[in-house]
T-cell receptor, first 112, second 118 residues
Framework: GESVGLHLPTLSVQEGDNSIINCAYS??????FIWYKQESGKGPQFIID?????DKRQGQRVTVLLNKTVKHLSLQIAATQPGDSAVYFC???????????FGQGTRLTINP | EAGVTQFPSHSVIEKGQTVTLRCDPI?????LYWYRRVMGKEIKFLLH????????ESGMPNNRFLAERTGGTYSTLKVQPAELEDSGVYFC????????????????FGPGTRLLVL
């Protein structure tokens, strides 16, 4: 399944399928990007980050892709599990400013 | 290692009352941030402390909000008087010195305080 971020804040996928969550960021000066996962009743939890000098970074079951040309960020989750159900936020950071600018978030629901 | 903690977890107050939120960052983290998410909106930055100094308070909505970090450890965020539009979830995050983190810092978030102003 695939989302388009702000225009589709909910994404439902079957357990075991791959998920792709998209995010369009706003500032071409941003040079650090992070994906956070927020489960109900909890704060945002760091998943993976990427610097602007990279276009891909892989973690455990997750991959982040960065396309600076179109200011687009995506999070790929392989073989989704029930525990992946959460709201996923992308955030951007501008060197020297340190504050994070968050996207609206996408709710990922895993169907059994 | 304990994570970022926040107190209280929930607060329900009436318009015009005062509420004080507390954040305890991860031990050794000099950077402390406050963010909030109002209903249906994205998480937005409020301010950033480096130790006890306010580094950036550009996100503070108005002078009803006062943040302090005396001694450079825990921080408080006071809302006085509270208004209906202040309802939301207030998050605190902390990070270590970027120079120790190779130039970038990961911000670790607390569980948030859910504030409801009636």
């Amino acid at each position: 399944g695939e989302s388009v971020g702000l225009h589709l804040p909910t994404l439902s996928v079957q357990e075991g399928d791959n998920s792709i969550i998209n995010c369009a960021y706003s500032n071409s000066a941003s040079d650090y990007f992070i994906w956070y996962k927020q489960e109900s009743g909890k704060g945002p939890q760091f998943i993976i980050d990427i610097r602007s000098n990279m276009d891909k970074r892989q973690g455990q079951r997750v991959t982040v892709l960065l396309n600076k040309t179109v200011k687009h960020l995506s999070l790929q989750i392989a073989a989704t599990q029930p525990g992946d159900s959460a709201v996923y936020f992308c955030a951007e950071n501008i060197w020297g400013a340190q504050k994070l600018v968050f996207g609206q978030g996408t709710r990922l629901t895993i169907n059994p | 290692e304990a994570g970022v903690t926040q107190f209280p977890s929930h607060s329900v107050i009436e318009k015009g009352q005062t509420v004080t939120l507390r954040c305890d960052p991860i031990s050794g983290h000099d950077n402390l941030y406050w963010y909030r998410r109002v209903m249906g909106k994205e998480i937005k930055f409020l301010l950033h402390f480096v130790k006890e100094s306010k580094q950036d308070e550009s996100g503070m909505p108005n002078n009803r909000f006062l943040a302090e970090r005396t001694g450079g450890t825990y921080s408080t965020l006071k809302v006085q008087p509270a208004e209906l539009e202040d309802s939301g979830v207030y998050f605190c995050a902390s990070s270590q010195d970027p120079r120790l983190a190779g130039g970038q810092e990961t911000q670790y978030f607390g569980p948030g305080t859910r504030l409801l102003v009636l």
